[in-house]
Structure formats: structure tokens, C-alpha cells
């Protein structure tokens, strides 16, 4: 996966943001699931250190559990 396909997922109208507490430690960090432009279903980890700046601290593909999670809200905001 390239830096270019994790940046993709934040132009996914139905993707998700939440809160990552339990790595907040230092600073306030976010998770966003959504596709990417290549139709991967991605978890990419992020923080906003500025306002309008938003920096990558990392991306994989989601597990069979964060999918299920993922499709299961996507299917309630219909």
C-alpha cells in the first residue's frame, strides 16, 4: 500500500471517524476506516497536531472483525 492510497480513504463519503484513546497518550490520535481509491477497505491512523493538517502515523487493511463492525454501521445509516 502507498502513502497516496491511505491519504484516498479520507475522500470516502461513508467513511468512518472515531476517536483512538487507548494510543492518546502523547498526543490526540484518530482512526479513520473507509475505501481507498483502489476499493480496499483500509484503517489508517492519524493525528491533527494543526488545524487543517492532518499527519499519517499508519495504515493496514482492516481485520475480518473491523469489516463486519464497518459494514454492520454502514447498513444502519441507510
Not at 479520507?10 to 479513520?32: G, K, N, V, Y
Not at 491533527?48 to 447498513?75: F, H, M, S, W
Request: some cysteine; aromatic content about 8%.
Amino acid at each position: 500500500m502507498t502513502f497516496i492510497e491511505a491519504v484516498s480513504v479520507f475522500e470516502d463519503p461513508l467513511a468512518r471517524i472515531f476517536d483512538d484513546p487507548a494510543h492518546s497518550a502523547e498526543e490526540a490520535r484518530e482512526i479513520i476506516i473507509g475505501h481507498s481509491m483502489a476499493g480496499r477497505l483500509l484503517l489508517v491512523c492519524f493525528t491533527e497536531p494543526l488545524e487543517d493538517e492532518v499527519r499519517i502515523i499508519g495504515a493496514r487493511l482492516v481485520t475480518k472483525a473491523e469489516k463486519n463492525d464497518y459494514e454492520e454501521y454502514i447498513a444502519n445509516q441507510t
